[in-house]
């Protein structure tokens, strides 16, 4: 199938995330590694940390809760004036007009508007996703698109100005929500600016593992410094499909 698309004229670039089976074959195909597709992992409630050790004590998990909750940096965080948050099931024409004034922000951006959104998103992915609003006096600032599955929140996007301070407003606020919700972790997939993986970090998500997704591409031109360069994507796991 990739032979056949790679040897169509219309395309001079292609990207993939392949699997373990498929990314042997593709890079005998000729593809490139462009970068690493990191798992960042928020635990929230120590009951995420049982599921993996399969070790539980009462005692143990309110001690462990307790720190975590200590040293989670959204207890530390106060909402700025004007902004206010909310949870929704489908996107409007709010976000078609936010998609207008942010796409230019993003050097490597996927389609975001409120076509390809409601048709990525929709019931027909086999997956109920939810969208957490991010407004500054009523005008949509940010968002990010999950799931829930066996408690744990998985952010397959997030979007916002490209603004320091909006982005941590953003991760902040859903950190709490995260929280306030009864979730026990929150996982995310990125990659791109060290904006977002700098706020990443700040609010306790760590790397999961040593052995992330790779994300291939084929290139049929020479001049590929721009799009090597990880600062200038913003990539996560709804778009890898």
């Known amino acids: 199938m990739w032979k056949a698309i790679w040897e169509n004229?219309?395309?001079?670039?292609?990207?993939?995330?392949?699997?373990?089976?498929s990314k042997p074959l593709l890079y005998k195909g000729g593809a490139k590694q462009l970068g690493k597709h990191n798992k960042y992992?928020?635990?929230?409630?120590?009951?995420?940390?049982?599921?993996?050790?399969?070790?539980?004590?009462?005692?143990?998990?309110?001690?462990?809760?307790s720190v975590i909750r200590?040293?989670?940096?959204?207890?530390?965080?106060?909402r700025p004036l004007g902004i206010?948050?909310?949870c929704i099931n489908e996107f409007d024409d709010r976000f078609d007009a936010f998609w207008e004034k942010v796409k230019s922000q993003y050097p490597i951006i996927g389609e975001r508007n409120v076509r390809f959104l409601q048709w990525r998103y929709s019931e027909k992915s086999g997956r109920k996703y939810r969208i957490f609003s991010l407004c500054r006096d009523d005008e949509?600032?940010?968002?990010?698109?999950?799931?829930?599955?066996?408690?744990?929140?998985?952010i397959d996007d997030i979007l916002c100005h490209r603004d320091p301070i909006v982005a941590e407003t953003l991760i902040a606020e859903f950190s709490r929500f995260g929280r306030d919700s009864g979730y026990e972790s929150i996982h995310v997939k990125y990659f791109g600016s060290r904006?977002?993986?700098?706020?990443?970090?700040?609010?306790?998500?760590?790397?999961?593992?040593?052995?992330?997704?790779?994300i291939l591409f084929y290139s049929k031109d020479d001049n590929t410094g721009e799009l090597l360069k990880e600062e200038n994507w913003?990539?996560?796991?709804g778009d890898s499909d």
């Not at 004229?9 to 089976?21: G, I, R």
Request: include cysteine.
């Open 9 to 21: 004229e219309k395309y001079s670039w292609l990207y993939a995330v392949p699997n373990q089976k």
């Open 41 to 65: 992992v928020k635990v929230i409630m120590a009951e995420y940390l049982y599921k993996k050790t399969k070790i539980r004590n009462m005692i143990l998990s309110l001690l462990l809760n």
């Open 70 to 78: 200590l040293f989670s940096r959204e207890f530390r965080y106060s």
């Open 84 to 86: 206010s948050v909310s």
């Open 140 to 154: 949509l600032i940010g968002y990010v698109v999950f799931y829930v599955r066996s408690q744990s929140c998985h």
């Open 195 to 214: 904006l977002f993986v700098s706020v990443f970090h700040r609010y306790n998500f760590y790397l999961r593992d040593n052995n992330p997704d790779e």
């Open 234 to 237: 913003h990539f996560l796991n």
